[in-house]
């Protein structure tokens, strides 16, 4: 009876460890951080400012950029139940995973359980099993009223076939497939399974936490910018120089950055007021404006990035053309060799033939004995 029990123990733990990694790749080197998404699915109808103090976003209007709501029409929005919120997360690579900056802190109260906090209180962005190891839980049966529990939501910063994006982790549900979520993501099917580690589309689990690359756009933004690489993702603005400035990214514009005045406070006491921002040179040219636009082309003033003292800009010309040129867009660089797919049908049959060979040597080691 004994035996039985360890057995039973050993093999859960094997199942365990072959189906418990949410977390993604992320093997960036460069010690810095960047904006990554996770899409929280609220349990039931509340407000969107609930949903600020669960994952303790700072400033509720990143909240409102990262969906794309306008916060002078949308005060505090109700978020229906079962609808998708983009919930903004830091991110840096440690390790070659991806770990967010600043994990939301959750208070356990009477009856919790960590299975109902993973998969019904944070929509199982993670899995009970990580909640437990990064809070070093011995026993996950076991939490207490009153323990503040570190939530560890998926990101990543890489690059995706060399080109930036924004990484979103997105909760698969139940009749989702593949192909829906590259189309309704912009994004491609070869593109998702490489990057998630998918032999194939057929492989998907509902629930599956699913690191989906979204298109950014391209800015100027220097290299020596505090907010390099400053990267939007489409249908969504962000908040940068110390909340002066706000840049907006949408396909319409081919997925230029649009940046201006955001008319905010500084949120850092390093300024007492936004510093101007306007083109060198003219004094009547803003952040934004447009010089000139000929054919598809404009040019415009732009933000090229911040320091402690100074907000700066640039006069670009871009092309507003419809796609069709490089855009530095996901897409514009596509699909997966096949050599890198056999390597990965190796990868995972590797791991596999480790489990059952592990299985089988319990078994023989019991027959032994
Ligand atoms: C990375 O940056 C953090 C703080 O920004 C610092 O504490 C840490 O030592 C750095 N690590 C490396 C390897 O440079
Ligand atoms: C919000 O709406 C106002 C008025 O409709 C508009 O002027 C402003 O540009 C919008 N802001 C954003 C960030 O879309
Ligand atoms: C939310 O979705 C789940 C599963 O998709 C469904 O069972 C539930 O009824 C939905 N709730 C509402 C309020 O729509
Ligand atoms: C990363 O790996 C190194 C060596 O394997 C280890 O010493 C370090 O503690 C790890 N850091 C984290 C954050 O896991
Ligand atoms: C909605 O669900 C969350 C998480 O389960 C809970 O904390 C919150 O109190 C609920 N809100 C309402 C209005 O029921
Ligand atoms: C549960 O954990 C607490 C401390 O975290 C410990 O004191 C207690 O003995 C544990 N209970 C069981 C049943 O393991
Ligand atoms: C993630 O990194 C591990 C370790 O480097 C590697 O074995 C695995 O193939 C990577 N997964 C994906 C999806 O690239
Ligand atoms: C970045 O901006 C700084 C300050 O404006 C400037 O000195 C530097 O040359 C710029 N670097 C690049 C690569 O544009
Ligand atoms: C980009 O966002 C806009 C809304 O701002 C949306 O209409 C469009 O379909 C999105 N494009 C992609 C490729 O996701
Ligand atoms: C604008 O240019 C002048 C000289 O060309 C320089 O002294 C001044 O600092 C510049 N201003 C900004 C905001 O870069
Ligand atoms: C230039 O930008 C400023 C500030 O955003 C705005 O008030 C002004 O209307 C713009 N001028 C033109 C010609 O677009
Ligand atoms: C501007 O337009 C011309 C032709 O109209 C084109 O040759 C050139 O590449 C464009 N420049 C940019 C930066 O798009």
Partial sequence: MGYAKVLVGVLFLFITLATTSAAFNCTTTKNSTCHSLVGYVSPNTTLLSSIQSLFQIKRFHDLLGANGLNASTSSNPTVQANQTIKIPITCRCENGTGVIDSPPEYKVIKDDGLFHIAAEIFSRLVTFQEIAEFNNIPDANNITVGQVLRIPLPCSCDEVDGVKVVHYAHVVQPGGSVDQIAAEFGTTTPILLKLNG?????????????????????????????????????????????????????????????CEASGLKPSSKTWSTCPAVHCNGTSSLYLGNVTTSTNCNQTFCAYSGFNNKNIFTTLATESTCPAGGPTGSPTSSPTSSPGSDASKTGMQGFRWNFLFISIQLIFLCFTLS
């Fill in 198 to 258: 998918m032999t194939s589309a057929t492989d998907l689990q509902p629930y599956q936490v699913l690191d989906v690359p979204l298109k950014a756009c391209t800015s100027n933004v220097n290299t020596s910018s505090l907010d390099y690489p400053l990267l939007v993702a489409n249908g969504t603005y962000a908040y940068t120089a110390n909340d002066c400035v706000n840049c907006k990214c949408s396909s319409l514009n081919n997925y230029i950055l649009q």
